[in-house]
């Protein structure tokens, strides 16, 4: 088991930015280290199916986008910190949703069956 420490969500202008930070723990104490695994962000708004946002390979060398925020959104991680970062700027109401901190074993996809761990999330608003 995995948990997940996300933060950086709140309220905020059509246009503004936001940071989101997600941190990854061990919750089992097996010493799994998550340098071996894909990271990533998906969001889901009210009414709607969970969507891919952005992932990022294990350590850090491609990243993936959805069409919807690339441009926009930079998705970094801190292996050192087992952490996860969306910077997201010039942010539109479309943008509204909960966004969920996941991680995986497989590599980096748009399909949310593929990772294996999942954060509560963390509620991002964008008012126009």
């Known amino acids: 088991q995995v948990n997940f420490v996300e933060s950086g969500g709140g309220l905020v202008q059509a246009g503004g930015s936001l940071r989101l930070s997600c941190a990854a723990s061990?919750?089992?104490?097996?010493?799994?280290?998550?340098?071996?695994?894909?990271m990533g962000w998906f969001r889901q708004a009210p009414g709607k199916e969970r969507e891919f946002v952005a992932a990022?390979?294990?350590?850090?060398?491609?990243?993936y986008y959805a069409d919807s925020v690339k441009g926009r959104f930079t998705i970094s991680r801190d292996n050192g910190k087992n952490k996860v970062y969306l910077q997201m700027n010039s942010l539109e109401p479309e943008d509204t949703a909960v966004y969920h901190c996941?991680?995986?074993?497989?590599?980096?996809?748009?399909?949310?069956?593929?990772?294996?761990?999942w954060g509560q999330g963390t509620q991002v608003t964008v008012s126009s």
């Open positions: 990022i390979t294990p350590i850090g060398d491609s990243t």
């Open positions: 061990d919750a089992s104490d097996s010493g799994r280290t998550f340098t071996m695994y894909t």
């Open positions: 996941t991680t995986g074993r497989g590599g980096a996809s748009m399909f949310s069956g593929r990772y294996d761990f």
